[in-house]
Structures are given as C-alpha cells and as structure tokens.
C-alpha cells in the first residue's frame, strides 16, 4: 500500500481530528503514515485541556489526547514545523514523546510514493 502524508495547515480542531483518523485508518491498513503541522497547528499536539472532551465522551469517541495517543500506537509518525515551533514558543518537550521537527523541504524529500493530503 502506497503511504500517507498529511499536512495539517491550520490549527483547527476539527480537520486535526480528521487528519489523525485518516492517518490511523492507513496506519491501520499497512501503509506508512506521517503527519505534518504546520507553523500554527504545531499547538494542536500541546498537553492542553480539549474543550470538546465531554461532548465526544457522551458519544463514545477518544479525545484529542487519546486519538494522538491511537494514532501513535498505529505507527502515525509526527512531525512537527521547525518555523511552528518558533512562532509558537513550544519546545519538543511539550510536545507528545516521538514527535519529531522538521521543514517542508525534508518532508518533501523523503514524500517518496507517499500521496499527500492536505488539511
């Protein structure tokens, strides 16, 4: 199966927890699987409180930190953008063990057969 790599350009929510339950699902089915965010979405992998965390658990579905955590245990490799890191003052220790930093330029290099999709 040929891979998956995501861009998350945006620091929505929402498309973020697409861009994982994509990314899970081909993880889930074989194929090498990366997500990239992208200057401001690199906050989306901070240890945050989730503002919809009650009303997911109401309808049985993983928070933002648990569908991280699935989607790392799928074998999703995180990226996050060096540039990102500096506009948001985050350091790779606030951010999920794994996760990895890097440009657009190395993400492209190494895109391979990958299909890339973007958020």
Same mark, same amino acid.
């Given at each position: 199966m040929r891979g998956l790599t995501v861009l998350v350009a945006t620091a929505d929510p929402? =498309?973020?927890r !697409? &861009? @994982?339950s994509t990314a899970a699902a081909t993880a889930a089915l074989g194929g090498r699987t990366r997500v990239f965010l992208h200057e401001d979405a690199v906050v989306l992998l901070q240890a945050s409180a989730d503002p919809d965390a !009650? =009303? @997911? &658990?109401a309808a049985g579905l993983p928070d933002r930190a648990d569908l991280i955590a699935i989607a790392r245990e799928s074998g999703v490799e995180l990226l996050v953008c060096q540039s990102g890191l500096a506009l948001t003052g *985050?350091?790779?220790a #606030? *951010?999920? !063990? $794994?996760? !990895?930093a $890097? $440009? *657009?330029v190395s993400l492209l290099a190494t895109l $391979? #057969?990958? =299909? @890339? @999709?973007a958020f």
């Open positions: 929402v =498309r973020f !697409a &861009a @994982l !009650a =009303r @997911l &658990a *985050l350091s790779m #606030e *951010l999920p !063990a $794994g996760t !990895a $890097g $440009g *657009l $391979g #057969e990958d =299909r @890339l @999709l």
